[in-house]
């Protein structure tokens, strides 16, 4: 028999017939199955069709199987059994978790937010497996549906309007400055700002669209470098009196360990509006879930904690 021919076949009777050979009794076997007795009965008329068999014989008040029926009885144990375990709701339990998941992130989030929310995660959930992809801005909603990305931790982008979403807290924008900076001890103004030479830190992000938009009524900078990694920029500073433009979390981290000055931009920048975004193919997983929520509790209270937010 094919799976189209099983298809059309009621298999619901397959279950009655369970209960049937272990009752004995159409009268049992019809309070199992919150039915009549005399539906019951029916439902016996039917398998009997269906197999082709009489399945059972009755003596005195009891049912007696035969062969065919005990043989299917043994037959279906093992799939029945199969399919109560499969649809019996099961509770998430993050210790014993060994599912993998796939995480998009921009440069930013790579650098300023994972590093702090791993820890978290794996605490809870030890065996867990993560894959830390870059997300694909321009086409987040085919990275989530199709190419196997399970969520994003990003700023919008691109058309966002049919994924999930949760907000996770908003990014500003700062300067970062060596030591020995001409401007290290003093605040920074638009002429200051365009007159050294920069570096834009974060490209994932759009900080440069930002930046050009926001002062496209000035002279253009001399942007030395773009580049999504901060260290980068880092190995020009001896040479040159560089202004570093990146957001806020990585200025922060990268002042305390190589001793720099986090200087404020001299001019109003719209912040980055960060948020968790989701196909609705990973909406009802309760690994899924549990994931979101908790890479969404630890973000947010990592981005309350910026300056943007305070």
């Known amino acids: ?21 272990e ?51 043994q037959q279906l144990r093992q799939p029945t059994g199969q399919l109560i375990e499969l649809l019996t709701p099961k509770a998430f339990v993050p210790q014993e978790c060994q599912q993998q998941f796939s995480i998009a992130v921009t440069d ?34 085919a990275q989530l549906s199709v190419k196997g990305a399970d969520m994003a931790v990003c700023r919008a982008i691109g058309q966002t309007g049919n994924l999930q979403q949760t907000f996770l807290g908003k990014v500003g924008v700062s300067c970062l400055l060596s030591p020995n900076h001409p401007l290290a001890n003093s605040d920074i103004t638009l002429d200051d700002y365009l007159h050294y030479p920069h570096a834009t830190i974060a490209i994932s992000d759009g900080v440069k669209a930002l930046l050009d938009d926001a002062i496209s009524l000035y002279p253009a900078r001399t942007e030395l470098l773009r580049t999504p990694h901060l260290d980068t920029a880092l190995a ?6 560089l202004i570093i433009t990146l957001p806020e979390g990585m200025a922060e981290i990268a002042a305390q360990r ?7 931009l001299p001019f109003k920048l719209q912040s980055l509006d960060y948020k968790l ?9 309760k690994a899924q879930k549990w994931l979101r929520e908790e890479i969404a509790t630890a973000i947010q209270e990592l981005l309350s ?5 305070l």
């Not at 269906?50 to 003596?59: I, T």
């Not at 190589?258 to 404020?264: A, R």
């Not at 975004?277 to 997983?285: E, L």
């Open 236 to 241: 020009l500073q001896s040479v040159n009196p």
């Open 258 to 264: 190589h001793k720099l000055k986090v200087k404020p």
């Open 1 to 21: 028999m094919e799976l189209e021919e099983i298809y059309r076949q009621d298999l619901s009777l397959l279950i009655a017939l369970q209960i049937l050979v």
């Open 305 to 309: 904690q910026t300056p943007q937010n």
């Open 108 to 141: 930013y989030a790579m650098q300023a937010l994972i590093p702090f929310i791993l820890p978290i995660i794996y605490k809870k959930a030890p065996q867990i497996r993560l894959e830390i992809v870059p997300v694909q801005q321009k086409e987040l909603q």
């Open 277 to 285: 975004f989701w196909h609705s193919r990973c909406d009802q997983d």
């Open 23 to 73: 009752e004995r009794s159409v009268t049992q076997a019809a309070k199992r199955l919150h039915l009549s007795q005399s539906a019951t009965s029916r439902i016996l008329a039917r398998l009997r069709d269906m197999l082709d068999d009489p399945l059972f014989s009755r003596v005195g008040q009891q049912l007696v199987p035969t062969s065919f029926a005990l043989e299917c009885y």
